[in-house]
């Protein structure tokens, strides 16, 4: 795949996740998917495999917002396999503290799946509007 249709892939993504639909993110996403965090925050590190993202990430995230997580993308920029995506949330928790972070990720992209992100995130908002995350169980 080219430059044209790695970008094309997160541009569908983010026109739903901008409407609250985050399964077709879930979906682009490849089985052995790589997820990183950058910072030192409790959810900052790298989570592998879609299981892993999903059970690790995804979920304990969700379980802590209030509504659908929405997040809209602005910027688009793609360089053959690499496309970096600037983008912003607009989140309640369920304490009622808004979560509205600024992200800048980097997506590498194989065969039509992410194989890779690098999120670059306002950790410190992490830290002051969401819990750490819960191992599945312990919620």
């Known amino acids: 795949m080219g430059t044209t249709e790695n970008k094309s892939l997160p541009q569908h993504v983010f026109a739903e996740t901008a409407k609250g639909n985050g399964r077709p993110f879930v979906e682009a996403l490849a089985e052995d998917v790589s997820w990183t965090i950058i910072g030192s925050t409790p959810w900052s590190k790298t989570y592998r495999g879609k299981p892993a993202v999903l059970r ?31 983008g912003r949330g607009h989140n309640t928790t369920n304490a009622g503290k808004q979560y509205n972070n600024r992200y800048c990720w980097v997506f590498r992209i194989a065969q039509g ?18 819990l750490p995350p819960q191992p599945p169980g312990n919620r």
């Open 113 to 130: 799946r992410v194989v890779e992100l690098i999120e670059y995130t306002d950790t410190s908002l992490i830290e002051s509007a969401l």
């Open 56 to 86: 690790e990430l995804l979920g304990p995230l969700n379980a802590q917002l209030a509504g659908k997580n929405t997040i809209t993308a602005h910027r688009f920029i793609a360089e053959g396999d690499q496309v970096v995506v600037e």
